[in-house]
């Protein structure tokens, strides 16, 4: 829990502008990976070893945790590894090791590093709970228990005063929001199977997102289903009942979605950093929990519903392939120059053309997420109401524009 006594909301950060992203817009905690050995390796452009050094200055710029994760299967051949990642997260001051395997977590703890026990190891009991509070301060739930299970473990912790390493209460930590999948608590064998890629190694190639038809191989009859996307559940949200979260007395929420778009994770956590802050202040509504709805809409999402928390025995599952968002980015131009002065940006337009009123999008490692309208444009120098694909034009920013930044359009989906 954060030092104002308010739930941790913890962001993912596949990459740089990802990562600027959940700064920008009020992550109290960012979680990512390094390397291979995580659950993400093959979903998102992860970090290297010598980015940790750049990653916890710009968190402890704004006084947010860092949390490695280390959560895969780990063989033999990956402990060097393991011990050199642990090694360099220690030196570079990274806040915790999140990780399933005993040699990770014995490893972290003796060079006296901060554990958090992932979702992997499937934790659904109070007893499982002082087992790993030898290990680690914050630990997981399994991701298919209800709210009054959580709620019973959190009231037990208070109770039986369960502390972990650090000498301070264990903290449980549930998923808030973002990607489910089929598999209990992530550990997933269908991908290995068909393509020889482990989900359990972070190299999930998502077969259970694809359309699929049950045929009878002894008559050839095909069983008629409700859904085709049998095996592919909607995103977790819990924004519309987050009263009753936050109630449970778990202190981190985490936001899955370390291989999305950076505008996800500036678009989600914004409105989750207001939803709890609402929460807290008396002015969590109805009306403003709408508002909230509409914004997770616009990016990526396969349909939305409660997960298990409210009692639910079955999932809900997506109706069509890919995402469902109301919303898109169309790719535009890059950034060529910025006028510190006047705060004006140049940028190239590479492809599409954008006029007044547009709503655009820049990204970048530094810059992070901006959105804005296009009210002022200059091409040549002179004021115009269109930029067309091979000009150079000019727009007003209220953020530092650099070389590296892309230039977007959104544009309904």
């Known amino acids: 829990m954060t030092s104002s006594g308010k739930i941790e909301l913890m962001a993912p950060a596949g990459n740089f502008e990802s990562l600027q992203a959940a700064l920008d817009n009020g992550a109290d905690s960012v979680y990512f990976g390094v390397e291979q050995l995580n659950m993400r390796a093959r979903a998102s452009i992860n970090f290297t070893i010598e980015d940790l050094a750049e990653i916890v200055k710009r968190c402890e710029a704004k006084n947010v945790r860092t ?15 393991i011990r050199t990642l642990i090694d360099s997260a220690k030196n570079a001051n990274v806040t915790a090791v999140i990780a399933m395997d005993q040699a990770v977590i014995a490893y972290a703890r003796q060079v006296g590093m901060e554990v958090h026990i992932s979702t992997q190891i499937n934790i659904t009991n109070i007893e499982t709970v002082r087992f790993y509070s030898m290990f680690a301060d914050t630990m997981v739930m399994s991701r298919e228990l209800s709210l009054r299970q959580v709620k019973k473990i959190c009231e037990q912790i208070e109770k039986e005063q369960i502390k972990g390493p650090s000498g301070n209460l264990v903290e449980i930590e549930i998923f808030g929001h973002g990607a489910l999948c089929m598999a209990v608590s992530g550990k997933c064998y269908l991908s290995l199977h068909s393509h020889n890629s482990s989900a359990n190694r972070g190299a999930c190639k998502q077969n259970c997102r694809k359309k699929y038809t049950v045929i009878d191989q002894e008559s050839g009859f095909e069983i008629e289903l409700d859904n085709e996307y049998m095996m592919s559940p ?13 109630d449970t007395g778990a202190k981190v929420l985490k936001i899955e979605g370390r291989g999305r778009a950076p505008e996800y994770v500036a678009k989600v956590i914004k409105s989750y950093r207001e939803a709890i802050d609402a929460y807290y202040d008396g002015s969590y509504s109805e009306e403003k929990v709408a508002s909230w709805m ?32 109301t919303q898109k980015k169309v790719y535009i131009g890059k950034g ?6 006047s705060g004006i940006g140049e940028f190239k337009i590479e492809a599409y053309d954008i006029k007044l009123g547009d709503r655009l999008l820049v990204t970048g490692p530094t810059t992070g997420v901006k959105e804005f309208d296009l009210e002022e444009l200059m091409v040549d120098e002179k004021v115009s109401e269109v930029a067309s694909k ?24």
């Open 294 to 325: 509409e914004e997770l809409k616009k990016v990526y999402n396969r349909g939305f519903w409660s997960g298990y928390y409210l009692g639910q025995k079955l999932g809900e599952w997506s109706e069509g392939s890919g995402s469902h968002a």
């Open 390 to 413: 091979g000009d150079s034009c000019t727009i007003p920013l209220d953020f530092r524009l650099r070389l590296s930044d892309k230039l977007y359009k959104i544009v309904k989906a």
């Open 336 to 341: 060529a120059h910025y006028f510190p002065k």
């Open 67 to 81: 949390y490695l994760t280390l959560n895969t299967i780990i063989y033999d051949h990956d402990l060097s590894i």
């Open 234 to 246: 909607k995103d977790l949200c819990t924004l519309d009942f987050l009263d009753q979260v936050i």
